[in-house]
């Protein structure tokens, strides 16, 4: 895995083909569509229909309000409901992929990277994650761990995917930039929802039902059930990488909203429990060899959350929000084992001041509480840690024309393994007209180190060359430092927004990222320890400070409401990041090591048709660039969904997933296969 | 790897496939419509003007405008400007923008197009004497005295009537408009 590989020359001109005929076949309706009979409702008066046939027009509306969208200084993105439903999505990560600027590699059947502006890698450790805005980006490692995160996809209302750093407003670790996945509310999931869904590499099942209790109160309760295969293998053996199969997870969790008449208090009750399991294979020492042996092993997880809030509304702009939670996990780690507790409370207020003002202030403390059982592989010393961490934070939007906002920003954050960290960010808002609008911002943010990189010894065990038999295996013996410092980004942004018509718009944002004292292993060539009477040789490395990097790309988004049926977006993402001294031999006596790479460019078209009120027929057309680092090969995918619904209460459909490639790579020699399901989703 | 021609065979297939449904929307449009939320909802807005009678001292005089206030935070609600002018029972529909803090004394409708509880709910305290008839589009309008409230069911535009309301407003409704609401919250004995 940390081997630099020989680049092998890219497969460019195949993917060039498949590019042009994604666009072909996705723009071919256009001839179709225009053709059409009404499509154009703008020749349609509607006051000449009666009030009962007035009732059966379909409404259509642009899901994502660009209007909301142009208020906003900063690089956002929505994913709708909507769009999770059409996409055939069956995960969390596997629906980021529609967001522009965001990188999603499947790297095994339980693990995902996901990140943006940077290197992608299994734990993203700059990009923070929040569920209803209980953070799930875990100390322990410094990122998300995907294979526990789950909820039921038909009861999410949005994902909001905000790049760029958030810090001054969600502080520590949203360096990159935060994804907030908000499920609906009770009052809008009532009644029963069942969905089975069964295919060639997954089964899920899910349960919800939502009713009314006393007269200002609603709940909901729902379960889901999952079983996942493993992904397919390719032919060179893997060295690194446990092969994760029959990955089975459990949830179930419930959630109650109390909203008195004419009150202006709401109280919001969450909670949830999970278990999961999957099969395990992970490399071992062996006495023989090839000295390396896969232990079969089935690692297990299990946990929960709760959650309460209560918001208080003065006025249309100003409110405050005080909400608590309590979040714990259990989950394996190869041979070792985490348990971890999150105490978190928050508080929010929001009022307006003079009339050109709105400020935003807040306070947060969070403890966490952990118990780590070493392994041989894993170990935390300590093994039990108690962290703490409190803040403040500040926030103005000063209106100082009409068409002009600037907002400042600070958050003042303390946690034990740095001490202080200060984030400002300033953004300057400018709508020029209803049509057009530029923001741009200039943000610190900071990453505080990780338990692992704070405390850890963790060692790895690897076979140089794989095809070499009789090779010494090496065992990279990663140490932690507890005298790091936080990584820092200084980010310059700057976006413009267009919407020509109602129904078209585009979102461009370009970016500029300067990142100071990464953290990363560094390696001396002269540090191999021989174990005497050992087969195989101990490579220290060190986690330090001494890396900087840059990344700069742009990002584009557009959306098209081509006619009343049929809805095309698309985004294009560019991203290019620099390390310095580079992951590649110095020529120094050390090398620095990191496991991450990113796709330069990424392509993603979606097309959503409304054939006949029953039917839809939706295309996903995605490209991927070749990861270098990885040495993994572009790809192209597409994605295809035919639903029919023959009542208002049925849905079937049939979603055909990587439908180009029988197999493709995405982050490692780990494989991602061709795939079909079918899916019942019944409302009662 | 699997040999090229086996992939092409499959990509065609779809390809086929997707090229002829792009054709069928031409086909089959007819039997079902769709339209702009805004443009939909102003067919049904110009319907309750028509079914709706306003206490006679609501007009100052007999060809006096209709009043259509708009108080939005949603922009694509200015599509009900395309009424202004059109004439309804021999009178002239009027519509206006209404903003924060302005009176609604002159306003026959009021149509509150948001879905943002902080902004309808003080607009629609707003509204200080009868003879206004207030439309919405927010879970619990009519809970909170507005007269008649849009919801979606299934992608298709529904509406409720609160009786009570109209009532203390002074406004009568024709069985047509009666007949096609969903709910009619009726007098609480």
Redesign the interface.
């Known amino acids: 895995m940390f081997q630099l590989q020989v680049v092998q020359p890219s497969k460019h001109r195949h993917v060039i083909r498949w590019v042009v ?1 994604g666009i072909i ?1 996705l723009t ?6 225009s ?5 154009d ?1 703008g020749d ?9 046939e ?9 899901s994502k ?1 660009p ?1 909301n969208l142009s208020e906003i200084p900063a690089a956002v993105f929505v994913i709708t409901q909507d769009d999770i439903r059409r996409s055939g999505a069956t995960s969390i990560p596997e629906a980021l992929r529609m967001a522009p600027g965001v990188e999603v590699a499947r790297v095994s059947a339980t693990e995902w990277a996901v990140n943006m502006r940077d290197l992608n890698q299994l734990f993203a450790n700059k990009l923070l994650v929040l569920m209803d805005g209980r953070s799930i980006y875990s100390h322990l490692a410094s990122g998300v761990f995907w294979d526990i995160q789950d909820t039921v996809l038909e009861d999410i209302d949005r994902i909001e995917v905000i790049r760029g750093p958030g810090a001054a407003l969600w502080g520590v670790n949203a360096v990159n930039g935060v994804i907030n996945i908000i499920t609906k509310k009770a ?1 809008d999931t009532q009644g029963g929802e069942v969905t089975a869904l069964g295919g060639s590499e997954e089964g899920i099942g899910t349960l919800r039902y939502g009713g009314v209790f006393g007269r200002d109160s609603h709940y909901r309760i729902y379960a889901k059930y999952f079983d996942r295969g493993s992904l397919f293998q390719s032919d060179d053996p893997i060295q690194d990488d446990g092969v994760n199969s029959d990955w089975q997870s459990g949830r179930g969790g419930a959630r109650m909203e109390w909203k008195p ?2 009150g202006r208090d709401s109280v919001f009750l969450q909670g949830e429990v999970f278990k999961n399991r999957y099969r395990a294979e992970i490399p071992m020492l062996a006495p023989e060899a090839p000295h390396i042996r896969q232990i079969r092993d089935t690692s297990r997880a299990k946990g929960g959350h709760m959650l309460s809030r209560w918001t208080r ?1 003065f ?3 100003s ?1 405050s929000v005080l909400q608590f939670f309590y979040d714990y996990y259990d989950k394996d780690i190869d041979y070792a084992n985490v348990e971890a507790s999150t105490f978190d409370l928050d508080f929010q207020h929001r009022f307006p001041f003079r009339d050109r003002h709105e400020l935003v202030w807040g306070l947060n403390y969070r403890l966490i509480l952990d118990n780590f059982k070493n392994s041989e592989e894993t170990i935390l010393d300590p093994d039990a840690e108690t962290l703490q961490y409190y803040s403040a934070f500040v926030q103005d939007r000063i209106r100082i024309f009409d068409r002009l906002n600037l907002t400042l920003g600070a958050k003042f954050e303390h946690n034990d393994y740095t001490r202080w960290e200060i984030q400002p960010s300033a953004r300057l808002l400018w709508n020029l007209d ?1 049509r057009h609008s530029f923001w741009g911002a200039v943000s610190r943010a900071a990453r505080v180190p990780s338990r692992v990189e704070h405390d850890g010894i963790v060692q790895e065990v690897t076979l140089p060359d794989p095809s070499a038999i009789g090779q010494v295996p090496v065992v990279y013996r990663g140490m932690g430092d507890n005298g790091l410092n936080a990584e820092t980004l200084v980010a310059y942004e700057a976006g413009y927004r267009f919407q020509p018509a ?1 129904s078209l718009w585009f979102d461009t944002t370009a970016f500029y990222n300067d990142y100071e004292d990464l953290i990363a292993y560094r390696y001396d060539h002269d540090g191999k320890i021989e174990v005497e009477g050992a087969p195989y040789v101990i490579v220290p490395l060190h986690f330090d400070n001494s890396l900087r990097g840059e990344s700069f790309g742009i990002e584009l988004a557009a959306y098209w409401q081509a ?4 809805l095309l977006q698309g985004s294009y993402t560019f991203l290019e990041t620099n390390l310095n001294p580079g992951l590649l031999d110095t020529g120094e006596d050390e090398t620095y090591l990191i496991q991450a790479s990113n796709p330069r460019n990424q392509i993603s078209i979606r097309s959503a ?5 029953q039917l839809e ?1 939706d ?1 996903w057309f995605r490209y991927v660039d070749r990861l270098n680092e990885n040495d993994v090969d572009e790809y192209a995918s ?1 994605d ?1 969904r035919l639903a029919y619904r023959p009542t ?1 209460r049925l849905e079937l459909s049939v979603v055909g997933q990587n ?4 197999r493709h790579a995405e982050f490692s020699s780990i494989e991602v296969e061709r795939s079909i399901y079918l899916k019942a989703d019944w409302c009662f | 790897m699997i040999s090229t021609g086996h992939r092409r065979a499959g990509l065609k297939i779809w390809a086929i496939l997707f090229c002829l449904t792009a054709w069928l929307p031409g086909v089959v449009s007819g039997e079902t419509l769709s339209g702009a939320e805004y443009k939909v909802k102003l067919g049904f807005v110009y319907h309750f003007i028509r079914f709706t009678q306003w206490p006679p001292e609501t007009f100052p005089s007999s060809d006096s405008p209709i009043n259509l206030c708009i108080a939005s935070t949603n922009p694509a609600a200015d599509m009900l400007f395309s009424l202004q002018d059109r004439v309804v029972k021999g009178r002239r529909i009027d519509v206006r923008k209404i903003a924060a803090d302005e009176s609604l004394d002159a306003c026959q409708i009021l149509f509150i197009a948001s879905d943002d509880e902080t902004f309808v709910a003080p607009t629609l305290g707003m509204v200080r004497k009868p003879g206004i008839l207030s439309i919405g589009e927010i879970k619990g309008f009519t809970r909170m005295g507005g007269v008649i409230n849009f919801f979606v069911n299934r992608n298709q535009l529904r509406f409720e009537v609160n009786l009570d309301a109209a009532e203390s407003a002074g406004l009568k409704f024709s069985s047509q408009l009666l007949m096609s609401a969903d709910i009619v919250q009726k007098r609480e004995e």
């Open positions: 005929l076949l071919a309706p256009l001839a179709g569509v053709a059409a009979g009404p499509a409702e349609i008066d509607f006051t000449q229909f009666s009030l009962e007035l009732k059966s027009v379909k409404i259509t509306s642009a309000t209007k009052a008449k004419d509304t006025s249309e702009k409110d209803e109602s006619t009343v049926f049929w048709l409304n054939i006949t009120s027929l295309l597409l295809a208002d439908l180009l490639e029988p």
